[in-house]
């Protein structure tokens, strides 16, 4: 099971960013993503979360109304779009799924939201 992210970056407030969470090793289409993100000092804190179909989404009240998540089981894609971003929203984000009974993490990729 892999899991890669990618599409972090810097970006002035109010801007938008989105991310990629490219999956391989197993059946994508069966499991529930989830982006979760760190800020330094803070504890790493569930954004959002989409069910395998894509029929089911759940999101942190923080980011309700400006994130929206995604996913493309054709490509085995999970995506996070990120509007109207805010100084706050800097973080680490990373892609997780429970697979196979086990939790898997991607590495990571930057956020910065910044003038």
């Known amino acids: 099971v892999q899991l890669v992210e990618s599409g972090g970056g810097l970006v002035q407030p109010g801007g938008s960013l989105r991310l990629s969470c490219a999956a391989s090793g197993f059946t994508f289409s069966y499991y529930v993503m989830s982006w979760y993100r760190q800020a330094p000092g803070k504890e790493r804190e569930l954004v959002a979360s989409m069910s395998g179909t894509g029929g089911s989404t759940n999101y942190a009240d923080s980011v309700k109304g400006r994130f929206t998540i995604s996913r493309d089981n054709a490509k085995n894609t999970v995506y996070l779009q990120m509007n109207s971003l805010k100084p706050e929203d800097t973080a680490v984000y990373f892609c997780?799924?429970?697979?196979?009974?086990?939790?898997?993490w991607g590495q990571g990729t930057q956020v910065t939201v910044s003038s």
């Open positions: 997780w799924g429970y697979i196979y009974s086990k939790v898997y």
